[in-house]
């Protein structure tokens, strides 16, 4: 969700703990908080989800191109199918769901190796939480007045999970409606990541929130949304607690 060349956002981030570092690989920039630094063991699983995720694309262009949701072998990669998955749960391209899944994917995989026992990967906006205690997640919604000066309060009861942000103000992705930021939180970070592009793409005013309220709530995999327009802010879900951000905060 954010511009990779804006991320000042991580020198607010506070690891309570963790070990904080950074890992940047071609098109990917994590940050990930840990119980150590585990920034060689998290590059080489970083090259190892996306390596079959590139040599798909190459023989599959309309994965990467496409807009709308597609159908991928029973062979393709873990990662390709649980993009494609991701982009038919919301009505987007599997693409939209790349930066959630690959933060779920490197989180999970340093869980299960038993590198650490609690993570956080963050990968341009889009955020991959398993932690064992409580969690404030910033919502950064560009020219916004409310940009930085909220957040959402996470327990660890509802973790793993994504959180996973859309904005037509910020970055490079590709937005077709207005909204400043349109965070998801879902269990899944790769369907977090792609339905927050959905809704995204249908804000066009605050008149179209009863419309992105409807689908949600027909969603049982949505545990939350959250939209920043402007001055105005819109929220729903039973994960969602927001709270006021402070410098110490």
Known sequence: MLD????????????????????VYK?????????????????????????????????????LKSLKPISVEP??????????????????GPMAAVAGAIAQEVGRSLLLAGFTKEVVVENGGDIFLALKREATVALWAGDSPLSGKIG?????????????TSSA????????????????????????????????NLVKGRRSWDKILKIVKSMPQVQGVVC?????LFAWGPAVRLVPLTSTT
């Open 4 to 23: 990779f060349d804006i991320r000042h956002y991580r020198a607010r981030v506070r690891p309570l703990g963790l070990k904080a570092f950074r890992v």
């Open 27 to 63: 098109e990917s920039d994590l940050q990930v908080l840990a119980s150590r630094d585990l920034a060689q063991q998290t590059l080489a699983i970083l090259r190892k989800i996306r390596t079959p995720l590139e040599n798909y694309i190459l023989s599959h262009p309309l994965f």
């Open 75 to 92: 062979t393709a990669p873990d990662i390709v199918k649980i993009m494609a998955r991701a982009g038919r749960l919301a009505g987007t």
């Open 152 to 164: 959402l309060r996470i327990s660890p009861e509802i973790m793993p999970l994504g959180v996973c």
């Open 169 to 200: 103000s910020v970055g490079h992705s590709l937005s077709l409606g207005c909204a400043d930021a349109l965070c998801v939180l879902a269990p899944c970070a790769a369907f977090a990541d792609a339905m927050a592009t959905a809704l995204g």
């Open 228 to 232: 920043v327009l402007g001055e105005e």
